[in-house]
Structure formats: structure tokens, C-alpha cells
């Protein structure tokens, strides 16, 4: 098995079975009739990038549904009392004789 390092001429002319080139980073390997990939050679991991710019406000969303119903306060306390109300109008009079009534008004 030859492992061969790519120069600029491509892939070579009369490979055997089993026989592997990288180029770029990519693997391939010889079987009966084809080069075949059978792997990718990455490097090492780079510098993470700058944060984003930040993106607009979304939408408002939807209205939530209703809150349950709280529990009763407890009681006020009482109001002052109140003004005197105004002269009601005069009543009428009951007198009796005998067993009459007389009601005069």
C-alpha cells in the first residue's frame, strides 16, 4: 500500500488496491477500480466569532387568559352617621266616643 502526497499532478495513473492520497484535507482510497473518500482531515477549531448584532423587538403576544378570582377582603369599618332628616308632615288625629273611632287628618 502507497501513500501518496499530493503535489499538483492529481491523482496517480496506475494506483493499487488499498492505496490512499490526501488532497486538501480529504482522504481517498484505492479499491479494484475507484478512489474512494473514506475521510476528511479537518484542523483545529478557530476563535469563536464576535456576538451578533441585536435583533428587533418581536411582537406583542397574545392576551392570556383570565386570572382566577381572588378571596373576599375582610370587612370595612362603619361610616359615620349620618345628618337629622327634615320635619315629616302632621299625622292624623284618633279620637273615640263611645265605640266610634274618628280619625281626622
Known amino acids: 500500500m502507497a501513500l501518496y502526497d499530493y503535489s499538483s499532478g492529481g491523482f496517480p495513473a496506475s494506483p493499487a ?3 490512499t492520497l490526501t488532497i486538501r484535507g480529504t482522504t481517498y482510497k484505492y479499491e ?3 478512489w474512494k ?7 483545529a477549531q478557530g476563535p469563536a466569532g464576535a456576538d451578533g448584532a441585536q435583533g428587533p423587538t418581536g411582537s406583542t403576544g397574545p392576551q ?3 386570572g382566577p378570582t381572588g378571596s ?4 370595612g369599618s362603619s361610616g359615620p352617621t349620618g345628618s337629622t332628616g327634615s320635619q315629616g308632615p ?3 288625629t284618633f279620637s273615640k266616643s263611645g265605640t266610634t273611632l274618628y280619625i281626622t287628618t
Open 17 to 19: 488496491t488499498n492505496d
Open 37 to 43: 473518500v473514506v475521510g476528511v482531515t479537518q484542523g
Open 90 to 92: 302632621v299625622g292624623a
Open 72 to 75: 373576599m377582603g375582610p370587612q
Open 32 to 34: 479494484r477500480d475507484a
Open 64 to 66: 392570556g387568559d383570565t
